[in-house]
């Protein structure tokens, strides 16, 4: 039996190595090898898992770009597209500690809350991270309560056809999930991925519900908490992330938004450092201490001018390669409004513009994956750049 010290740098290097990380190894370094060539030829290795493509299409909230967000729908469909991961899903608690599947806690905005008379009084102002926030939030509902409502399309200006399904959908618990994922993954063959996300880690702390024991017990109960597990977590909070590797052995991935901005537990902490500091090679060796990957904004990967259209990329895909992170940037989304500018075509916000002009020119920058709201579209662009 090894030391502590040593059985944790194995789960470090098997996690890395589950998530296709430039490292060296037996195998030698991907470094060197270009975007095409890792798209053709890397994949996840490690602990007897099949290997996934690079780079990975990771379904954005499940396939929303067709389905209300973080349904079971949303999840289904996406997988069915052929995702090799689906992003299932941001969690939130519910008032009785249950763990939820919405993008934010506030769900005025994804649900019918607002059609049920009953739950009027439950609306409310809180201050989410620093943001004055009004509307209905999880933690003041029972998962009993949440169970009635129904999902509703986030972005209906964008997604007028997803409208059709308003009204359908149930929130779906993380347990919800990960039954949903081994019966998929029994119907398939194959194994299907998940990569649940925890959301506002200290505001919930700070409630006493936190998020980090509670997925940590979720997954200890379905055994899918070791470094070969199928789940991916991932947080915008570094000290979540950093808390969530003493009680799992899963593959962690820290978010990054823009640069200027500041991961909120570094708020409350008084933490001066930004996203900025983050993605310098200091930051990111910190960063490989208790995490294998990084889920930087696309804008850290390619920045764009002041009319929106892209410019050059930066050094961070090499920077992170360099101490055995892997990318999994955020997010392509195949409407004008969501793309650089000079790859929108007309002006109509739920139009389609050049989206594989766009997967082409980040695929190119050696990105290991990506999240997408298409799913399908990704793929394609991903066949089209193996084979270009």
Sequence with gaps: MGTQESDEQARGTGRRALLGAAVLGASGAVLGLSGTARAAGGGYGGG????????????????????????????????????????????VPTRDGHLVCRHEPEI??????????????????????????????????TLAELKTLRAIERIPANRPHNTLYNGR???????????????????RGKQVWIYPELKHPTYFRKLGLGLEERIAKVLRKYGKNKWN???????????????????IDNPLVVLLSGASTRPYDFVET???????????????????SYAQGIGPTLDLVIPKDASGNLTQPTTLVA??????????????????????????????????????????TYFATGIDGVFTDQPDTGLLAREDFVNG
């Design 48 to 91: 007897g898992v099949k290997s996934l493509p690079k780079p990975t299409i990771i379904g954005h909230r499940g396939a929303s770009g067709y389905r209300p967000e973080h349904t079971l729908a949303a999840y289904q469909l996406a997988l069915d597209m052929g995702a090799d991961i689906v992003e299932a899903g941001d969690l």
């Design 108 to 141: 005025g905005g994804t649900t019918d809350v607002a059609d049920h008379p009953e739950f009027a009084g439950r609306k409310t102002t809180k201050v989410l991270d620093g943001v004055s926030v009004t509307g209905w939030f999880t933690e003041d509902f």
């Design 169 to 187: 959908f149930e929130i779906p618990t993380f347990e919800e999930v990960l039954r949903w994922q081994e019966e998929q993954t029994r119907k």
């Design 229 to 247: 597990s199928p789940v991916i977590v991932q947080s915008f909070e570094p000290t979540s992330i950093q808390r969530l590797n003493k009680l």
């Design 270 to 288: 008084g933490d001066p450092r930004t996203v900025a500091d983050l993605v310098k090679p200091a930051g990111l060796r910190e960063i490989a």
């Design 319 to 360: 920077d992170a390669h360099k101490v055995g992170l892997v990318l999994h940037p955020w997010t392509m989304r195949n409407e004008n409004p969501f793309l650089p500018a000079n790859f929108r075509k007309g002006t109509d916000a739920d139009a389609y513009g050049d989206v594989f002009g766009a997967y082409k």
